[in-house]
């Protein structure tokens, strides 16, 4: 089982990216669990959301505490949240971010498994001309976490924009391409030692 | 008609009133304490006492002809002796 | 047979969609309002020929639900918490009226301190009101219970609670899997009420004053009719999984058939509490589960003939009864328990109140305690805080 955990703000999609995520791997036939931090989400305040990925069915209801993935949607947070929490050093954090991967390690300084980072932001300003960082990241953690080779995420989104943006046809292709691009500008996975 | 020897099993499922007009059936009149009683020599047949009768308990014919009282219905409230402006009709304890 | 992933609200509302009652009066509160929320869509869309009825309190929504299903209707509705607590006089209308409402409960504490997360004391406070419970691991036995409990409350005239996790099973998403839309269609039939106030060759009078001579033999009625919905459920159950392959019972054992200490415990709970039984199992521990699904009727005789033979019992309570006791599954399971003459050292816990998160790590502690009591017999304290700040 993949246990993943999101960090995020009210109003930027955590919540809506772990949903994608689930949505992504039960299309694989995986067994899935996607939940927000339950409560009031209010915009901008740090919120957290969850995944769970198994190949056979998922019983456990609790919260995870020690996951395998991490992702940050808004690389801000990792002043005022411990992102790296419970996170196994067997699995890695991925983050939002412009930043290298070794820059990035230096602000979670006690955390010893892989790290990565995305320019999710600057990829959604450029392909989609709007800041909806969700596309790009969760293409990258999809790489990362290898739930799907690449022919099949480019398969799978297309049907899944194709049927989202039934009315706006013109906006599958941007997304596309934010969906590539993060796929392969996605940077890091080495872990401390290496 | 149900009644109070009935047990759980053969009552009406819930207290339901499966039939409709069964007020008939109770005779209030037995609740009365004082009866109306109709002076016919007064009566002019005015039918002001039939509408306030609560019990609808004044007999009368198709030609508005006072007849007297249905005493099974009749609960004695006596809105009837206080409505009718001609002394045809006084209360009496039963 | 659909996969799917879906919340647990999502998937009541899309069984409520293929039930296609004719009417739902509902009042949003957190967190049951997705299914009002995402059924007036599907009566926004035509997708469904209900009359959605919007009312302005829980209260109103259930006597809407009083007289629309006094009229003759099939008649659904949702809600949490503080919600159930407003139609608590209602309730006990719905149930006295013998009418086979369907009334989703999304479990949430009940104020005060204010809290909306998860737990049973909105629907173990109202155990009495005469209405079946029926309590839900996870989405798919919530979509697959509000299927059932169409027919359960039409059979037998008493109105269905259905019971989940608020947020835990509400708002999680998992897979799942639907029946089609014409499965569920057939299943539950069209709704033919024996008397019903829109009948214009019949003139009832419904709920009329019930006094000394008849209220009681009218209240043994209701009290009859629950012991006999007992069958119902076993044959409405039997019935569905013909169409949809899963098998319901009155409760469900989990690795009980060897074990010497078995947990009993309702809900999303149960599911975390298998992944500790597995785990434990493989320590060579003989423990199990016991999870509930039917809470009223309580079925207490198949429940204690199950537990018969375990050694020690840990019965959980996600609701205080504060009675200066214990809980309320555990009071009215040893009460069973006594009635049958079974004596096994049991112990209670109060867990997981306000949405208190219920981790592996604190259901072993329990697995662990009975373990040493299913030994030597003991049981230091019966009731229990389990993971509370003293």
Redesign the interface.
């Known amino acids: 089982m993949i246990e993943i955990r999101w960090h995020g703000r009210g109003g930027q999609g955590a919540k809506t990216a772990s ?1 994608l995520l ?2 992504v791997a ?1 299309s694989t036939g995986k ?6 931090e ?3 989400e209010r915009m901008g305040a740090p919120l957290t959301a969850y995944n769970r990925i198994d190949d056979k ?7 995870i ?1 020690e996951p395998d993935y991490v992702v940050v949607v808004d690389d801000t947070l990792i002043n005022s949240v411990d992102v790296t929490q419970g996170l196994k050093e067997t699995g890695g954090i991925l983050i939002n971010s412009s930043l290298s991967p070794d820059e990035v390690r230096k602000t979670i300084p006690e955390y010893r498994g892989a790290v990565y980072t995305v320019d999710a932001t600057k990829i959604s300003h450029e392909c989609l001309k709007a800041n909806f960082p969700n596309t790009a990241l969760l293409s990258a953690v999809i790489k990362i976490t290898n739930l799907m080779n690449r022919e099949d995420l480019e398969e799978h989104m297309l049907d899944s924009f194709k049927t989202k943006f039934a009315k706006k046809p013109e906006v599958i292709e941007p997304n596309m391409n934010a969906v590539r691009r993060a796929y392969d500008e996605v940077k890091g996975g080495n872990s401390y030692d290496k | 008609m149900i009644n109070d020897k009935m047990g759980a099993k053969e009552l009406p499922m819930a207290g339901i009133i499966l039939k409709d007009g069964n007020s008939e059936q109770v005779k209030t009149g037995e609740w009365r304490n004082q009866k109306p009683i109709h002076i016919l020599e007064n009566c002019k047949h005015c039918m002001l006492c039939v509408m306030p009768c609560p019990d609808n308990a004044i007999i009368h014919d198709e030609d508005d002809k006072m007849l007297g009282f249905d005493y099974d219905a009749c609960k004695g409230c006596g809105v009837c002796a206080k409505v009718c402006p001609f002394k045809a009709i006084t209360m009496e304890n039963e | 047979m659909i996969r799917e ?1 879906l919340s647990g609200n999502e998937a009541v509302a899309f069984a409520m969609k293929q039930i296609n009652p004719d009417v739902v009066p509902a009042y949003p509160i957190t ?1 049951s309002t997705e299914i009002p929320q995402y059924f007036s869509s599907f009566v926004s869309n035509g997708t469904v020929d209900t009359e959605f009825i919007p009312v302005e309190s829980e209260h109103s929504a259930l006597s809407a639900c009083i007289g629309a299903s006094a009229a003759g209707g099939r008649v659904m509705s949702a809600t949490s918490s503080q919600g159930l607590s407003l139609m608590y006089e209602m309730l006990y209308i719905a149930s006295g009226m013998r009418l086979p409402i369907v009334l989703t409960c999304v479990n949430r504490a009940v104020s005060a301190p204010i809290n ?2 998860n737990d049973h004391s909105d629907s173990m406070g109202v155990r009495d009101c005469g209405f079946i419970q029926l309590y839900c691991e996870s989405n798919q036995e919530a979509y697959d219970n509000i299927i059932m409990a169409v027919k359960i409350a039409e059979r037998s005239m008493i109105p269905v609670m259905v019971c989940y ?5 509400s ?5 799942i899997e639907l029946l089609e839309d014409s499965v569920v269609k057939d299943f539950v039939g069209k709704y033919e009420p024996k008397h019903y106030l829109l009948n214009p060759n019949e003139f009832i009078s419904m709920g009329p004053l019930d006094l000394q001579n008849y209220f009681f033999e009218h209240r043994k009625q209701l009290a009859d009719a629950m012991t006999d919905s007992k069958k119902i459920i076993e044959e409405v159950s039997e019935e569905f999984a013909k169409i949809s392959g899963r098998k319901y019972g009155m409760f469900e054992s989990y690795k009980t058939e060897d074990s010497d200490a078995c947990m009993v415990i309702l809900n ?2 149960a ?2 509490a ?2 500790v039984v597995d785990k434990l199992r493989e320590e060579g521990l003989k423990v199990g589960i016991l999870k509930p699904r039917v809470f009223r009727p309580l079925p207490y005789k198949d429940l204690t003939n199950a537990l018969r033979n375990q050694k020690a019992i840990a019965i959980m309570d996600k609701a205080d009864s504060v009675n200066g006791f214990s809980g309320p599954l555990y009071s009215e399971l040893s009460a069973a328990l006594y009635s049958q003459s079974i004596s096994i050292p049991s112990i209670n816990y109060i867990y997981g109140l306000g ?1 208190r ?4 790590t604190d259901l072993e502690e329990v697995f662990r305690n009975i373990i040493k009591i299913s030994k030597d017999g003991k049981v230091d304290k019966t009731t229990n805080y389990l993971g509370v700040r003293e």
Do not use: W
């Open positions: 949903l689930a949505d039960f067994f899935i669990q996607g939940f927000p339950y409560g009031p069915i998922i019983r456990i209801h609790s919260n505490y | 992933r967190p909306i997360h996790d608020g947020f835990i099973t708002h999680s998403v998992e897979n999303s709970s599911g975390t298998k992944v949405g998160d219920v981790k592996e």
